[in-house]
């Protein structure tokens, strides 16, 4: 694929030799992501990041990747405090947003909105999740720290077992994660949901039809058997018609230090894209496992920077110049990154 100005709407853009080229690219992001080296190569560029749905993690990071490369942003971050509210369309937003930024992250409630905001934009648009349709960037970033948590096991992504579990139905990132992985080999997944919420059948097929096993279940204790990684979800609680009906599957999978010794492999990789749901009545993933060795959570948020530098390095064209002219840090650091 070509980077260059490219808009990232979907993982089915990536072909496996792309997916390697973030990777290379956000590996060699870590002396400025970690505080060691700051660089100037977007300095003068402008993100526009439009978050028309609730953000902390993605707005936060893709504000601070591009930060890190000198750049500038500026955000919206309230429908309400948006002209959409005054009945602007996409088309008129995304024409005016392009004239002002050299590139925009777009978060937004309809599936397909990123997409028409894109075709009318002036300027390279990354989807920073559509409703329960995509979430490219937050794919790449699981699939980044699979391959180095599995890397540190001696174990890879082709033959590796996932099981994913929670709202499968809703989770835009289950369904990019899912989707990346068509690009690998002999992947078995364990579908872990409520029957209701289950992954679309669409996904379930592609997944079948790329020679993927592909376990579908309601029994948590079966599903986590022989995984390498374990993926846990929140329940959408936003998608529902209502939160009562929402409601109705919170709580019902959960993981624990006690469900994760008696179930999982003792190696088994523990992820969340979080928000995790920390209410009582929810709790998909326990605060007991906080200080287990295997609870990859923060390795996700600290490697979203360094994919998100990696996906703005690569559309503005400045791989070459990061280094150049890069100088130490001025102030004090300390080092918190494993
Ligand atoms: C996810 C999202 O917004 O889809 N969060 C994120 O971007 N890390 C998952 C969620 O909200 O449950």
């Known amino acids: 694929m070509e980077f260059r100005g490219a808009h990232i709407l979907s993982v089915t853009q990536f072909e496996r030799d792309d997916v390697q080229r973030v990777f290379e690219v956000a590996d060699s992001m870590e002396p400025y992501a970690h505080r060691l080296r700051i660089s100037k190569a977007l300095d003068g560029a402008i993100l526009g990041s439009m978050f028309f749905e609730p953000s902390t993690r ?5 504000g601070c990747a591009f930060n890190l490369l000198g750049g500038h942003v500026r955000e919206t971050t309230d429908i309400k405090s948006s002209s959409i509210t005054k009945g602007e369309s996409l088309y008129d937003t995304a024409r005016v947003i392009s004239g002002y930024s050299d590139v925009v992250v777009m978060r937004h409630p309809q599936p397909g909105s990123v997409a028409e905001f894109a075709k009318a934009s ?23 720290t699979i391959k180095k948590e599995l890397i540190s096991k001696q174990r890879s992504i082709d033959g590796m077992h996932i099981a994913m579990v929670g709202d499968l139905k809703h989770g835009r990132t289950v369904h990019s994660l899912s989707q990346l992985l068509l690009l690998y080999k002999g992947i078995t997944f364990s579908l872990i949901s409520p029957r209701e919420l289950k992954m679309p059948d669409s996904i379930v097929a592609e997944l079948r039809n790329a020679g993927h096993e592909v376990i579908e279940t309601e029994d948590m204790e079966a599903g986590l058997k022989d995984n390498d990684t374990v993926y846990l979800t929140r329940i959408q609680e936003e998608r529902f018609e209502n939160k009562l009906e929402a409601d109705i599957y919170r709580g019902r999978f959960r993981m624990n230090q006690a469900i994760y010794t008696r179930h999982c492999q003792p190696n088994t990789v523990i992820m969340h894209p979080l928000p995790r749901d920390s209410r009582e009545e929810a709790n ?3 605060n007991d496992l906080n200080q287990h060795p ?3 959570i923060f390795r996700q948020t600290d ?22 002219n890069a100088t130490d840090v001025g102030w004090y650091t300390e080092s918190r990154f494993d």
């Open 303 to 324: 490697n979203g920077v360094l994919v998100r530098m990696a996906l703005f390095a690569l559309i503005l064209d400045v791989t070459d110049k990061i280094d150049r």
């Open 284 to 286: 998909e993933l326990d």
């Open 294 to 296: 295997n609870l990859a």
């Open 122 to 144: 002036r300027v390279p648009v990354i989807n920073g999740g559509d409703g329960p349709n995509e979430h490219p960037s937050q794919a790449l970033l699981d699939l980044y």
């Open 58 to 62: 993605t707005r936060v990071s893709f």
